[in-house]
Each structure stands twice: as C-alpha cells, then as structure tokens.
C-alpha cells in the first residue's frame, strides 16, 4: 500500500497540504461515503499527519441511514486508532426557517458544525474529499442554471480554515485508496435527480473523460480572472480611499481597466470587505447581480441594502458604500459653554474645516446644531431663498456625507450652515460682538465672542 501513496495523482494531495503549518492539526470531514473513507484511509496511512488527524463526521437525519452513516464512520476511526468527534444537527428544521433548499440548508449547518468541531478539537483546518470531478460537477451545475460568466467557479483549494487538498485529483485516484472489500454508506440523496449537482453528475457521465478536466480548468482560470480584479481593486482603494473619514465610502472616482470593465460589484465587495475587516468576504451570486444593475440604472436616486448593516448608494454619477443611517429628527449639541470652548458637534465632524461668524445680539436662545431634513429651506445672507439639499447639491458636497450635514440655529430658525454662510438676521455687523464659531474636521471646535 505503500507505494501506491506515491504516485502522481496523489501527490499533488500532500503538496497542497504542505501549505499548512508542520504542526498544524487537520479536522477531516467523513461522511461515510466513498470518497470520504477513502480520505480517511489515505490519511491513516500518512505517517507524518497520522498523530496530528481527528475525524468529524455531521449527522443531518435526513434518511433512516443517518444514524448507520455516523456508526460506520466511528468504527472506522476506530480501526486506525483515531479520535471522531460528530455532531447532530436539524435540517429539517433549518428548511423550514430559512425556506433554502434541501442541499442548501444540508451546506450551511455542515460547514457551520464542522467550524464548531474545529474549534472544539483545537484543530487548524477542516479538510474535505472534495475531487475535481466535484469541482467540474459545480461548474456544469451552474452553467444548466445559465449562471453568468463570473459565477463560473469552481471550488477554491483553501477558504478561511477549509482546506481541499484533492480538488487536482480525480474520482477514481482517490477512491482507488479504498480496500476492495471496504463497507461504504450509499446516501439516497446521491442518486436523486431532484437535486442540481446529481444531475450534473449524470450529465458528465454520458460525456467524454476528459470533459470534467476542462470544466474544472475553466472553473479555476475564472477564479483566476477574478482573484487578479479583486487584488487590482484593493490597490485602487488604498492609493484613493487612504484617510478618507467621509462616513460613507465613494466609488465612483475609482479608475478601472480592462480587468474591471463590467464587474462594479468587485469594487463594491472590497470595499465592503474593509469596512467589516473580513479579507476573505464575498458576496453571493445573486447580489452581485444586484450591484451590476444597479450601477447601470436609470433612477436618479436609488439605495441598495447589502448585507451586515451596509447598503449601496446612487445619486446620479456619484456611487457609495455607507452603514445604513437611522436618521433622527433632531440631534441638538450646545455650541457654547462657560469656558468658551466645547468638542466638534457631532454632525460637524464631516465638514471641511472652516468658521463662521454671527451677530449674537440677534440671536433668540443659545445656538444648537443639528441635522437638516428633507424640504427645509435657507436663504443666506444677500442670496436667495433655495432648499437645502439644492444649495448641498450645487456646493459639490457628495452624496454620501450630504444627509449628515449640519445647521445652526437657534429658537427661530436656522441662522448659519457650514459651507453656505448665515442668514440675513444674524449677519455680522461692522462694529460690534461677533460670535466665531470655528471648527475642525479633525473634532475640536471653538467657539467664542471675539
């Protein structure tokens, strides 16, 4: 048996797992089928990841075999004098949560379990018997779901704490590990063809050998594609986002190439990814989808909610990321106090820095600041009376940071708005006090009579 572990097809196995550090600890994930047991063989045999294998097996309960699938899977461990851990979960209940489908709901908890399993045995990576014909099987799946180009991938070699090491290895490479006389468990579900990737399967049955290795390369040359517009994309972000404090994040400055002509959505999900500090995040297909038509819409304004608390922004040809904003009615902050000087208001924190001076013997109350909203008018001094948003607009103060501007005023109205100057009542005189209100986009803010 020895010397079957070195050929070729195989090695390329080992390989892939040197990536892992040398004392890493490997979490295998064993089904009870064909292709997991003959993993679990191949790793048993290794004499130098032996002593650091534990074997994780996810019970779904799907079928009246479930239960025989995790014995088998034990004994099996057993066998080689190996610890398996397993764990149960509800997918049924899952299903009728979440309204996925069958395969989906099954995907979800076994990774989520596995993560769990992973943790709990202190082990570095979770490692599947996924082939490359399980590769080529999700590439043709996908294409009989007439999948755009970019969802053409396959599955990556190593995500997070998933590692495959056998996606370079066929089928039959790796099942040829297995013993003639080796008890497998036939899942029903592997031969039911209400299910995408079975029929994907027979599909590539009926077609020539080497059909799936091309399937598998076109899956992975894609990715490729991708990989090199998402390095591009970080680089653009750094070099033109760097010390950006706008609380949204603008896209549409951003220069493109040929590697990024028609896909927006990589721009996006970077950017996305740094503002949750994820490296390895990544949208789902059908919000990707999303992103694409909706930067080429026609709506002069338009909100597209993503996902962990962010939504895309359109406002003609600007484009943002930004955390979806409660917006309040009111935010007041007291502009003065008994020394003279107070920290920036909140709302100021986004303002260029700048200053702006009032008679305060015209002004009814102490200044606040707050927020200005929809349909409030302004008419500076010696101009005319215009909406807010119509002078923002015209200011060139971007989409993103516009509904967080802040005004001035006081018990009568608003008297003074960054950017636009004051309004007619409380316009300085040529003798007399004069109240300096300064700020500091870095937040400090004086304000005192001068």
């Known amino acids: 048996m020895a010397s079957f572990f070195s050929i070729m097809p195989l090695q390329e196995a080992l390989t892939a797992i040197a990536s892992a550090k040398p004392d890493a600890r490997l979490l295998l ?9 003959a993993m679990l063989h191949w790793f048993a045999a290794q004499s130098v990841w032996r002593d650091r294998v534990v074997v994780a097996h996810v019970n779904h309960g799907l079928n009246a075999g479930a239960d025989h699938a995790e014995q088998l899977v034990r004994r099996c461990s057993a066998s080689f004098a190996l ?7 509800d997918t049924l209940g899952e299903i009728a949560r979440s309204h996925l489908s069958v395969e989906a ?3 979800v908890l076994r990774y989520a379990a596995l993560e769990r399993l992973r943790v709990q045995t202190n082990c570095n990576h ?3 018997a996924h082939t490359q014909d399980d590769d080529a099987e999700t590439v043709l799946m996908k294409l009989q779901q007439h999948a755009t180009w970019f969802e053409l991938v396959g599955m990556p070699m190593r995500r997070a704490h998933i590692l495959r090491p056998f996606l370079k290895c066929t089928r039959a490479d790796l099942r040829a590990v297995l013993p003639g006389n080796a008890v497998c468990h036939q899942d029903p579900m592997n031969s039911d063809l209400r299910f995408p990737r079975v029929r994907a399967r027979h599909a590539l049955a009926l077609l020539p050998p080497h059909v799936s290795s091309f399937l598998a390369r076109h899956g992975l040359e894609t990715a490729s594609s991708l990989n090199l517009a998402g390095r591009l994309a970080n680089t653009y972000l ?9 609380p949204g994040t603008a896209l549409e400055n951003l220069p493109k190439n040929l590697y990024l002509e028609g896909l927006d959505f990589v721009l996006v999900e970077k950017a996305l990814a740094r ?6 995040f990544r949208l789902p297909a059908h919000r990707r989808r999303q992103i694409l038509d909706f930067v080429n819409g026609r709506a002069p304004l338009a909100t597209l909610p993503l996902c962990e608390g962010f939504e895309l922004h359109r406002a003609g040809p600007h484009l943002w990321l930004a955390p979806v904003a409660v917006r309040p009615n009111s935010v007041s902050v007291e502009l003065t106090n008994p020394e003279g000087a107070v920290a920036t208001p909140a709302p100021f924190a986004h303002c260029a820095s700048g200053e702006l001076r009032l008679n305060p013997a015209a002004l009814v109350g102490d200044p606040h600041s707050r927020l200005w909203s929809a349909g409030e008018r302004f008419r500076p ?3 005319r009376s215009r909406k807010i948003a119509d002078w923002l607009h015209d200011g060139a103060v971007h989409p ?6 802040p005004v001035i005023h006081d018990e009568l109205g608003i008297v003074a708005i960054p950017g636009l100057g004051v309004c007619e009542r409380v316009a300085p005189l040529p003798t007399g006090h004069t109240l300096q209100i300064r700020w500091e986009s870095t937040p400090t803010c004086d304000a005192h009579v001068a």
């Open 29 to 37: 994930a064993v089904s009870g089928g064909r292709d997991s047991l």
């Open 83 to 89: 610890t398996c851990v397993a764990e149960s979960v």
């Open 105 to 107: 709901a099954a995907r």
């Open 126 to 128: 979770i490692i599947t």
């Open 238 to 246: 750094n070099k033109c986002l760097r010390g950006n404090a706008d």
């Open 275 to 280: 503002r949750l500090d994820r490296t390895d």
């Open 381 to 383: 001094h010696r101009r």
């Open 400 to 405: 993103s940071v516009r509904n967080q501007w």
